[in-house]
């Protein structure tokens, strides 16, 4: 009897097993379901709900904001139209930024897309739950941004975020930098170690200076006003120029840096166009409109009904190249912009104005 009872007893454990296996099998398999079933019938909605977010005002910013309304519109997104669109600015401040990213979070919107590094993240975090569909643009590595990108894998990261990565050419400014001084030995760098960004892009630097023989001399800032005394204390340790990387509150602060290297009688230099058009001897980087035209059309593609799971997170850079002439004026050593750079320009500025190519 009593072995009976234990069969009994192991069969209904089983059998509770098994069910309980189905329905954990079957309730993920209906939650696929709905996300993709609601991203479906997105665009048939008469009116979708999608918010920018960025994380500053400042020239590269708002020509990717640009881009992604404008690839929005070229698939038939239109503000006013069959688009609600909500913009928000955090004017680089982080706690603005948490807040901005709790409440697009929250379900008011069908898409969030985001234009920095710092706006990435802070929607990802605020959105683990996958509440709101997410793609990403003007991000330096988001594989090492902390939202669960995988390096390896670019089809392995959370099944609601999507977007493109942009690592700026680094190593090509600083090739460019050589051309343009043959005995450059030296150069500067302010940034902000809190930004993963610019972590990445200054590792990236040390290993191209040590292959350049060039030193590479690093001041870290950790707010805007800081960044005049940085740029000054570099160029007073011997920097013979300074580069400005993808950094968002040092580019914040653009104006001072090129004031005290003005100062300083050395040039600028950078990966994030269009700085040349405010000072810098050149930059070489992404076409930032472009960047976020691409995103703008993914966004497009999912409101449609694509999967954003679907999306390889790949690094797109469409190259631009601005040069100053002007930024050569008033220097304390020999710098020169040789034919194979001009030829390479796309855009040219001198006394009589910028030329595109």
């Known amino acids: 009897m009593w072995l009976v009872l234990k069969r009994l007893s192991l069969g209904i454990f089983l059998i509770a097993l098994t069910a309980a296996v189905l329905f954990v099998s079957d309730w993920k398999s209906r939650k696929s379901l709905q996300r993709q079933g609601s991203a479906k019938t997105l665009a048939s909605r008469k009116t979708i709900r999608v918010a920018v977010v960025q994380h500053a005002s400042q020239p590269v910013l708002n020509d990717g904001v640009k881009g992604m309304l404008d690839g929005l519109a070229e698939k038939g997104f239109v503000d006013g139209q069959n688009l609600a669109l909500g913009k928000f600015n955090a004017e680089g401040d982080m706690a603005t930024a948490n807040a901005i990213a709790k409440n ?3 379900g008011d919107y069908d898409l969030v897309l985001t234009a920095s590094t710092l706006s990435m993240q802070s929607v990802a975090n605020a959105n683990k739950a996958g509440k709101s569909l997410h793609v990403f643009s003007l991000v330096t590595d988001p594989y090492g941004a902390g939202v669960g990108i995988n390096r390896s894998n670019h089809f392995d990261h959370p099944r609601h975020l999507a977007g493109y990565g942009t690592m700026q050419p680094v190593a090509l400014a600083f090739q460019m930098a050589r051309q343009c001084r043959s005995e450059l030995k030296t150069v500067g760098v302010p940034w902000n170690p809190s930004e993963a960004n610019s972590e990445a892009q200054v590792k990236l630097a040390r290993q191209v200076c040590q292959k350049l023989g060039i030193e590479l001399m690093e001041a870290t800032v950790d707010n805007s006003s800081g960044v005049f005394e940085a740029v000054n204390a570099l160029v007073s340790r011997g920097a013979e120029a300074i580069w400005i990387c993808g950094d968002v509150m040092v580019m914040t602060a653009f104006d001072s840096v090129a004031n005290a290297a003005r100062r300083g009688s050395v040039p600028v230099f950078t990966v994030i166009p269009p700085h040349a058009e405010r000072g810098a001897l050149f930059d070489v980087g992404a076409d930032y409109h472009e960047v976020g035209k691409l995103a703008g059309l993914l966004a497009a593609e999912i409101l ?45 500025i001198d006394e009589s104005g910028k030329h595109k190519k």
């Open 104 to 106: 697009v979070t929250g």
């Open 304 to 348: 449609n009904g694509r999967d954003p799971a679907t999306v390889a997170v790949e690094n797109v850079v469409p190259e631009l190249v601005i040069v100053n002439k002007l930024a050569l004026q008033g220097l304390k050593q020999t710098w020169q912009l040789p034919d194979e750079i001009l030829t390479k320009a796309n855009v040219v």
